[in-house]
């Protein structure tokens, strides 16, 4: 079996452990600075190059969606999406950024609740490149959603602006917070460090590597 075909599972441990809530949280804590020094690059970087090109921010959006992927793949628990944002957003926001407490909780539960969609769809059985990339592109979409109703209700959802901001978002989300995501997490599972986890066995059994 293809790493990009991995994995179908039969009958999932649904049931959280100390370890998932450990794993989790600390990649919501490491994700939160990724978070927070892009919020501090956004203004100075994106915002003169959003001007010169309508939409072109929304290739940034995906660096702020990943914490939900990447946790959902490792932890493969109902919720890991949704808490690894959420802690994400939260430490971000109180590191200091221009959106502030509530609003970047709202936006980051929106965020990892559309990546856990995927995954509820599939009754958590299908863990694959496929299933990553769907749910970065649709927290892609919880991402494009949240921030035209909440700045950007001057926009015609369907004008220029708003379906280039629509692509760029989810041409992001799928490929950072997607595709980058499978990958990194498949090279952690080979080093062995989440051996106590089906993920990371999975991937070292594929590797031909002992579990």
């Given at each position: ?202 991937i070292r059994r594929s590797s031909g590597f002992d579990s």
């Open positions: 079996m293809s790493q990009s075909e991995h994995e179908v599972i039969a009958g999932p441990n649904l049931r959280w452990r100390v370890v998932d809530i450990a794993v989790a949280s600390a990649i919501g804590v490491a994700s939160s600075i990724i978070y927070w020094v892009v919020g501090l690059l956004y203004s100075p970087v994106f915002t003169p190059l959003d001007a010169l090109v309508p939409g072109l921010a929304g290739f940034i959006n995906g660096l702020w969606l990943f914490a939900g992927p990447l946790a959902a793949l490792i932890v493969r628990k109902p919720g890991a999406a949704i808490y690894a944002e959420v802690i994400a957003g939260v430490l971000e926001s109180l590191f200091g950024n221009q959106w502030g407490g509530l609003e970047t909780f709202l936006q980051s539960f929106v965020q990892g609740a559309c990546a856990e969609i995927v995954f509820v769809v599939v009754v958590y059985k299908i863990w694959n490149l496929g299933t990553a990339a769907l749910s970065g592109v649709v927290s892609g979409i919880g991402c494009w959603t949240f921030t035209f109703l909440t700045h950007l209700q001057g926009f015609n959802f369907m004008g220029v602006y708003g379906v280039w901001y629509l692509v760029t978002t989810l041409v992001s989300g799928g490929a950072i917070s997607g595709v980058l995501m499978w990958y990194l997490y498949v090279a952690i599972a080979k080093t062995g460090a989440i051996d106590k986890f089906a993920s990371g066995r999975a």
